[in-house]
């Protein structure tokens, strides 16, 4: 018996976010490209990972996604309704629907308002419940199934220790029984000793509540652990997508390869494997290169790379690439 297809949750095409830069008067108007053109499925119940350098455009991209910016063009759909030029009493209904836990929880918290308050303070914005002890309930379910003791209900987030905020953040994000969840980079700050603790939270989250979530990353180790699907960014494109294996077993953009051979490795097979340093500084997203984004720092790079803009190559199984290299491969002129 065929598996039944999954169901798209979130379908983004040809996603543009453009910021423009003040110039003189006479001057060309100018943008910075921050994301530039970028397609994925994100499918219901899964966890899609968006890694790549800091300044490649993960955080505008998910921001984007989730209407906290307005999309320059390109279309975003959301459960099957088309979001991306919605206006916000539109975007009022789902909203409760599409969450996002932060990076920094101290920041993300306001500190003027006890536990109680920030948990119930999403349900009182979407009317959820009608009553103060509905919402008290509420709350205190929230608390438990992030490992919270309902004995600090009544505490400000500056009393809690940095991984205690982060539960309480995602306690936060929970309040309104959201569908897709999107992590900013949500263990970054944290110690490393607690890192694991709240991955396992999420992990444990997802499968008790049907969660999807989209996971930000630069630490490639944490996306590994955590993800099912994993897009690579750089520079305001998707230059490889596929499921986690794929990615981690059989990258094929150089870049990918680059930030992999990066991870640090105490034991294993891969302890002799080749460390990629990548020359020279990301270009300006103002100004990117012509043909691939990647080719002033690839190593591959040929003329054809400056000429031509590499298109999505599907090698199966979902597996995408944006690499001008492939077609040497198909050719026989370089080993995979």
């Known amino acids: ?15 543009k976010q453009w910021f423009p830069v003040n110039s003189l008067i006479f001057e060309k108007r100018k943008f910075v490209k921050a994301v530039n053109d970028v397609s994925f499925d994100l499918y219901e119940g899964e966890t899609l990972g968006i890694a790549g350098e800091s300044g490649c455009g993960k955080s505008t991209l998910i921001r984007t996604c989730l209407r906290l910016l307005n999309p320059t063009a390109g279309s975003i759909e959301y459960d099957g309704r088309e979001i991306s030029r919605a206006r916000q009493g539109e975007l009022r209904s789902i909203r409760k629907e599409m969450q996002i836990i932060f990076q920094d929880p101290y920041a993300s918290l306001d500190g003027r308002w006890t536990v109680r308050q920030l948990l119930e303070e999403p349900m009182i914005v979407n009317r959820l419940y009608s009553s103060k002890s509905e919402r008290r309930s509420k709350v205190s379910e929230l608390l438990e199934a992030v490992s919270i003791s309902q004995e600090y209900t009544n505490r400000y987030p500056h009393e809690f220790s940095g991984g205690q905020r982060q539960r309480i953040a995602i306690a936060s994000a929970l309040a309104t029984d959201p569908k897709l969840v999107v992590c900013d980079e949500p263990v970054s700050a944290l110690d490393v000793s607690v890192r694991a603790q709240v991955l396992n939270l999420l992990k444990d989250l997802q499968e008790q509540r049907k969660l999807t979530y989209i996971f930000v990353s630069h630490d490639m180790s944490v996306i590994e652990y955590i993800c099912d699907r994993v897009a ?3 520079l305001g494109k998707i230059v490889e997508i596929g499921d ?3 990615i981690f077993e059989d990258a094929r953009h150089p870049y990918t390869q680059a930030l992999l051979s990066a991870v ?3 034991t294993g097979d891969n302890g002799d494997k080749e460390r ?3 020359e020279g500084d990301i270009p300006s997203p103002v100004d990117p290169p012509s043909g691939c984004v990647f080719r002033t720092r690839c190593r591959y ?3 054809r790379c400056a000429e031509v803009e590499p298109t999505m ?7 995408c690439v944006s690499c001008h290299l492939l077609d040497k491969e198909k050719a026989g002129e370089v080993a995979k």
Not at 313 to 319: A, F, I, P, V, Y
């Open 244 to 246: 986690k294996k794929a």
């Open 264 to 266: 640090p490795k105490v």
């Open 276 to 278: 990629i340093i990548l």
């Open 232 to 234: 690579i960014m750089y």
């Open 1 to 15: 018996m065929m598996d039944a297809p999954k169901k798209v949750l979130l379908k983004v095409r040809n996603l």
């Open 313 to 319: 190559t599907d090698l199966g199984n979902g597996h």
């Open 301 to 303: 790079a040929t003329a």
